[in-house]
């Protein structure tokens, strides 16, 4: 079975300080990852995604994770937030045709 | 549709009383899921549809928790006599995984908040 652990719950950061938030999954074959965002009062999209090949995926306004496989991790970074990253953060897994399993989710606040 | 279509918004019940959520995905989808998401919790798998493949249901709390959906289109999660801790948002999403693109990533609904009083 597949699962994912996100290891900060809740992450406060002032404006143009650098962002890392943690993902770890448990499956043992191929998988695909996500990071998902919920902005407050909007439906949870897609930030990036990690399939195959370069393992350093770049998403929409200036995010980016690494896909590490020997430490099965997936963290999301961003060199400098701003208020308007201020959301909830989602990784999520898929291990072949399985569905897909959501992290708990790390509520991010940004101090302006 | 332009996107994930739930009904209704909002659903206020009283404890006991059957509730039904509606799904409309995007039209051509072929997988769908159910998640529930309580106050401050993450996202809690519940049931997944891949065309016409049987449910995945390992998720789904109780016998009082079903889902049904018709060829790949509409689905509809019921709830009967509810309970207080089924209050929750309850999000459908739907991705165009099948064979050839099963690595799609899942596109959301604006999710269904339900309310047992």
């Known amino acids: 079975a597949q699962s994912v652990s996100q290891h900060n719950h809740h992450v406060i950061l002032s404006e143009a300080a650098s962002l890392e938030l943690g993902c770890n999954y448990s499956y043992g074959g191929t998988v695909n990852l996500f990071w998902y965002v919920q902005y407050p009062g909007q439906h949870l999209q897609l930030l990036l995604k990690?399939?195959?090949?370069?393992?350093l995926v770049k998403g929409i306004k200036g995010f980016e994770a690494e896909f590490i496989k020997s430490k099965f991790s997936f963290n999301l970074r961003k060199p400098s937030v701003q208020w308007s990253d201020t959301a909830e953060y989602f990784c999520?897994?898929?291990?072949?045709?399985?569905?897909?399993?959501f992290g708990i989710g790390t509520k991010l606040q940004v101090i302006p | 549709g332009a996107g994930v279509s739930q009904s209704p918004s909002n659903k206020v019940t009283e404890k006991g009383k059957d509730v039904e959520l509606r799904c409309d995905p995007i039209?051509?989808?072929?997988?769908l899921y159910w998640y529930r998401q309580r106050l401050g919790q993450g996202l809690e798998f519940l049931i997944y549809f891949q065309g016409n493949s049987a449910p995945d249901k390992s998720g789904l709390p109780s016998d009082r928790f079903s889902a049904e959906r018709t060829g790949e289109s509409v689905s509809t999660l019921t709830i009967q006599r509810t309970q207080q801790e089924d209050s929750a948002v309850y999000l459908c999403?739907?991705?165009?995984?099948?064979?050839?693109?099963?690595?799609?990533?899942?596109?959301f609904g604006n999710g269904t908040r339900l309310t047992v009083t």
């Open positions: 999403a739907s991705s165009s995984a099948d064979r050839s693109s099963y690595n799609s990533p899942l596109h």
């Open positions: 999520a897994v898929k291990g072949g045709y399985q569905k897909v399993t």
């Open positions: 990690y399939f195959s090949g370069d393992p």
């Open positions: 039209s051509g989808h072929t997988a």
